[in-house]
T-cell receptor, first 111, second 114 residues
């Protein structure tokens, strides 16, 4: 059973479009949640933390539903520079502060 | 902006050889990690390190792997006898005491085992 599951995509969208990514996680004891962005063959970079109350950072909105073990990311007014792989990441707690990554959803924003 | 630095960026080695991957975490960070990503696959946790000892390790991190913080700045990953399947991008990461859940990753070392 996959621990963190994402649709791999690719999502091909025109510039200016709104796109939504979803993610589910299997460990109900998971404590914190993140979206990371990864460009091709580069390191993951933290995009934003995800909270049950929902949080917004500019064009990006993230939401957590603990009951459904579901995480979402919404990107509004997408830019060419948003093209990347978006990684859903879960911290399962414990002393090691271990992050569990999804396989990522690839986004391609086109002219 | 402070960053995690990894060297070398690429490492090519023969199967059975030992390799040491080096990392300089962000200076005021106290938690250190190694992750790896095999080409086309997800990022996988290897080990976390705090207060000069391993906090947690994955099943991947077997007896062939070890970590060390030999001085106040470097954090190293050693693979004693490399296998073909160790070929991957290895990412070092660090996090602070106050924001320990937020990890900052280095740009990675691409290890190729021939």
């Amino acid at each position: 059973r996959k621990e963190v599951e994402q649709d791999p995509g690719p999502f091909n969208v025109p510039e200016g479009a709104t796109v939504a990514f979803n993610c589910t996680y299997s460990n109900s004891a998971s404590q914190s949640f993140f979206w990371y962005r990864q460009d091709c063959r580069k390191e993951p970079k933290l995009l934003m933390s995800v909270y049950s109350s929902g949080n917004e950072d500019g064009r990006f909105t993230a939401q957590l539903n603990r009951a459904s073990q579901y995480i979402s990311l919404l990107i509004r007014d997408s830019k060419l520079s948003d093209s990347a792989t978006y990684l859903c990441v879960v911290n399962e707690g414990g002393g090691g502060n271990k992050l569990t990554f999804g396989t990522g959803t690839q986004l391609k924003v086109e002219l | 902006e402070p960053e995690v630095t990894q060297t070398p960026s690429h490492q090519v080695t023969q199967m059975g050889q030992e390799v040491i991957l080096r990392c300089v975490p962000i200076s005021n960070h106290l938690y250190f990690y190694w992750y790896r990503q095999i080409l086309g696959q997800k990022v996988e946790f290897l080990v976390s390190f705090y207060n000069n000892e391993i906090s947690e390790k994955s099943e991947i991190f077997d007896d062939q792997f070890s970590v060390e913080r030999p001085d106040g700045s470097n954090f190293t990953l050693k693979i004693r006898s490399t296998k073909l399947e160790d070929s991957a991008m290895y990412f070092c990461a660090s996090s602070s005491w106050t924001g320990h859940e937020k990890l900052f990753f280095g740009s990675g070392t691409q290890l190729s085992v021939l």
